[in-house]
C-alpha cells in the first residue's frame, strides 16, 4: 500500500508539473480585460500572419528537402549491406546531441561569408559564386534539414529493410518494372514512416527558436522566438501569453490531424541477409552510393569538422597558424567579460543541472515505466508523452509567470530540463520493461529471495544497459537546451549552450568554436558509452532503436 501511494504521488506531482504551466497560460487568457479585443487585433496584425505564415511554409520545405534528401540513402541503406554500415547508422544519432547553438556555429563557419565552403567555390569559380543566404529564409530551412535529416534517413533506411525481398522479386516475375514496383509496391509499404517523418520534422521546425533567434534577425520568427521576445526582452507578459495559447491551440489542431493521417506502418522483420554493395557486382550502384555518401559527409558533418578545425587556428582563420589560444582564452577575463561569469562556473553548473536533470527524469521514469510494464499502452502513457507535442515557450512562459521570483533560477531551469527530456527517457525505459522477462523477478520471489535483494541482484543488471542509456539521453538534451536557460534564467544562470549564443553575439568566433569543440567532445563520450552498452547484444541495437 505504501509504495502504490508513492507511486499515486509521483503521478500527481509530474501531471502537475508538467501541466499546470500550460493551464496557467490559459487562465491568464481568460483573466484577461477586453480578452476578445486583444485577440481579435492580435489575430488581424500583421505579426500574427507573417509569424503563421514563416513557421507552416519554412516548416513544410524543411521537411519535404529532409525526406526528399532521405530517400536515396535510405533505398542503399535499407536493401544492401557494405562495410561500416551500423557504425554509420549509429553516427546518424549524433546530431540529436548536439544543442542547436552549436548547429549554428557549424553553420556561421561553414557556410558563412568567410566560410570553408564559400573558400571552395572561390577555387572552383573564381569568386564569381558565392553563397550568401544563410541569414535569410533559406539558410533557416538549411540547418534545419541538417538537423533532420540524419533522423530521416535512419528511420527510412529501417522501413526499407522491413520489405520483404521475396515481395519485389515476385513483383519481377510477374513482369513489372522497376518503376512500377517501386510505385506500386515499395512506396504504399513505406508510405507510414514518410507521413510520420513528415509530420515529426514539420513540428521540429514549427516549434525552432534557437536557428530562427540567431538567422531570423528581424525578418523572420517562429511562434517560439516571438513569445521569448515579448516575455523576455519587451515585458509584455498578455501578449505573450496570447501568442503561447494560440500557438498550443494550432499544435493541438495539427495533432489531430495527425491522428487522422498517421496509420500503423509495415511491421515485418527486417531481412536476415542483404545483398554486398561491391564495385564488382554492380559498379553503378556502388558509384551512385558513394558518391551520395560523400555529398552527405560534406553537408552534415563538415560543419562539425570546421568548427573543431579552426577552434585550433589561431584567431580562427584560416591560413593562420595551428595554436591553443582560443583554448587559453577561455580562461581569460575577455571570457568572462563576454559571457558574464568564468569558464569554470560554466562547465561546473552545466554539469550539476544536466546531471540532476537526467538523474532525476530516469528514476522518475524508471519506477512509471515499472509501474506499467505489463498494461497496454493507454491514456496514462499518452498523458506521460504529451510533452512532446506542446510547445515549450508556451510551457516556460506559464512556469515563468505562475512562479515569478519565488523559485530559484536554477530550479525553474531543473524543471524544465524534466519536462523536455521526460517523454524520451520514459519511452526508452517503456520498451525495455515491455522486453523485460517476468519470470526471472517471479522465481527468484519464489526462491525467498526479498524485494531489496531481487531489486540489486535480478533487477538492477538486466535492466543497466536501458537506465544507462535513458540516463545518458536525458543528460544529453539537458546539456542542449539554450531556450530554458534564456527564458527563465533571468541571466543567473549560464551553461556552455548560453556561453556559446552570447559569444557569437560578441563575435568571439574564435572562442566560441574552442568550447563547442569541448562540447562536441563531451557529446561523443556520452554517444560511445551509449553505443558500448547497447552494441554488445550482437544486434547492433542502440539506445534510440528503443524509442
Not at 123 to 150: C, D, E, K, M
Not at 500 to 512: D, E, K, M, T, W
Request: proline content about 3%.
Amino acid at each position: 500500500m505504501k509504495k502504490a501511494a508513492t507511486v499515486r504521488i509521483l503521478y500527481f506531482l509530474v501531471f502537475t508539473g508538467f501541466y499546470l504551466p500550460v493551464f496557467y497560460v490559459f487562465y491568464q487568457i481568460f483573466l484577461m480585460k477586453d480578452l476578445f479585443l486583444k485577440l481579435s487585433l492580435f489575430i488581424r496584425s500583421s505579426v500574427f500572419w507573417n509569424t503563421l505564415n514563416f513557421s507552416l511554409s519554412q516548416a513544410g520545405l524543411s521537411a519535404i528537402f529532409s525526406i526528399i534528401l532521405a530517400i536515396p540513402g535510405a533505398y542503399y541503406w535499407g536493401r544492401f549491406d557494405f562495410r561500416g554500415k551500423q557504425l554509420g547508422r549509429s553516427l546518424l544519432v549524433l546530431p540529436f546531441m548536439m544543442p542547436g547553438i552549436v548547429i549554428v556555429l557549424g553553420m556561421v563557419v561553414f557556410y558563412g561569408q568567410n566560410g570553408l565552403f564559400n573558400q571552395w567555390l572561390s577555387v572552383l569559380f573564381s569568386r564569381q559564386v558565392r553563397f550568401t543566404g544563410l541569414y535569410s529564409y533559406w539558410g533557416i530551412v538549411l540547418a534545419h534539414v541538417l538537423y533532420n535529416l540524419p533522423l530521416c534517413l535512419r528511420m527510412l533506411s529501417e522501413s526499407w529493410e522491413r520489405i520483404d525481398p521475396k515481395l519485389r522479386e515476385a513483383s519481377t516475375n510477374l513482369g513489372a518494372g522497376p518503376l512500377f514496383t517501386g510505385c506500386r509496391l515499395t512506396l504504399p509499404l513505406i508510405w507510414p514512416t514518410v507521413v510520420y517523418l513528415f509530420l515529426i520534422v514539420f513540428v521540429y521546425s514549427f516549434l525552432s527558436f534557437t536557428v530562427v533567434l540567431v538567422f531570423g534577425g528581424y525578418l523572420y520568427k517562429t511562434f517560439e522566438v516571438l513569445i521569448y521576445i515579448e516575455y523576455n526582452s519587451k515585458l509584455r507578459f498578455e501578449n505573450a501569453a496570447i501568442i503561447a495559447g494560440l500557438q498550443t491551440l494550432i499544435l493541438l489542431l495539427f495533432f489531430w490531424l495527425q491522428s487522422i493521417l498517421q496509420r500503423k506502418g509495415y511491421a515485418a522483420k527486417p531481412a536476415a541477409v542483404f545483398p554486398r554493395l561491391s564495385f564488382r557486382k554492380n559498379p553503378v550502384q556502388a558509384v551512385l552510393f558513394y558518391l551520395y555518401n560523400a555529398i552527405l559527409l560534406i553537408f552534415l558533418a563538415m560543419p562539425f569538422i570546421t568548427v573543431i578545425y579552426r577552434s585550433f587556428l589561431q584567431g580562427g582563420m584560416f591560413g593562420n597558424p595551428f595554436s591553443l589560444e582560443n583554448y587559453r582564452l577561455l580562461l581569460c577575463e575577455a571570457f568572462r567579460f563576454s559571457v558574464g561569469t568564468s569558464f569554470g562556473k560554466v562547465v561546473l553548473t552545466t554539469c550539476l543541472i544536466s546531471t540532476a536533470a537526467g538523474g532525476i527524469t530516469t528514476v522518475v521514469a524508471y519506477i512509471f515505466a515499472k509501474e506499467r510494464y505489463a498494461r497496454s499502452w493507454g491514456l496514462t502513457d499518452l498523458f506521460l508523452q504529451l510533452p512532446l507535442g506542446i510547445s515549450f515557450m508556451s510551457f516556460g512562459f506559464g512556469l515563468g509567470s505562475m512562479t515569478g521570483d519565488r523559485v530559484p533560477a536554477w530550479l525553474l531551469i531543473l524543471w524544465a530540463h524534466v519536462y523536455l527530456a521526460f517523454p524520451l527517457v520514459y519511452s526508452i525505459l517503456r520498451t525495455a520493461w515491455r522486453d523485460f522477462d517476468r519470470t526471472m523477478l517471479e522465481s527468484s520471489y519464489l526462491l525467498g529471495a526479498s524485494s531489496r535483494y531481487t531489486l540489486l541482484r535480478v533487477e538492477a543488471p538486466l535492466m543497466r544497459r536501458a537506465v544507462q542509456t535513458a540516463f545518458v539521453y536525458g543528460l544529453a538534451i539537458s546539456l542542449s537546451d539554450l531556450g530554458a536557460v534564456l527564458l527563465l534564467g533571468r541571466g543567473e544562470v549560464i551553461t556552455i549552450s548560453v556561453a556559446i549564443y552570447r559569444l557569437i553575439g560578441h563575435y568571439r568566433f574564435a572562442q566560441a568554436t574552442a568550447l563547442a569543440s569541448i562540447f562536441m567532445g563531451i557529446a561523443l563520450m556520452a554517444f560511445m558509452a551509449v553505443e558500448k552498452r547497447w552494441m554488445t547484444n550482437g544486434k547492433g541495437r542502440t539506445g534510440i532503436d528503443a524509442i
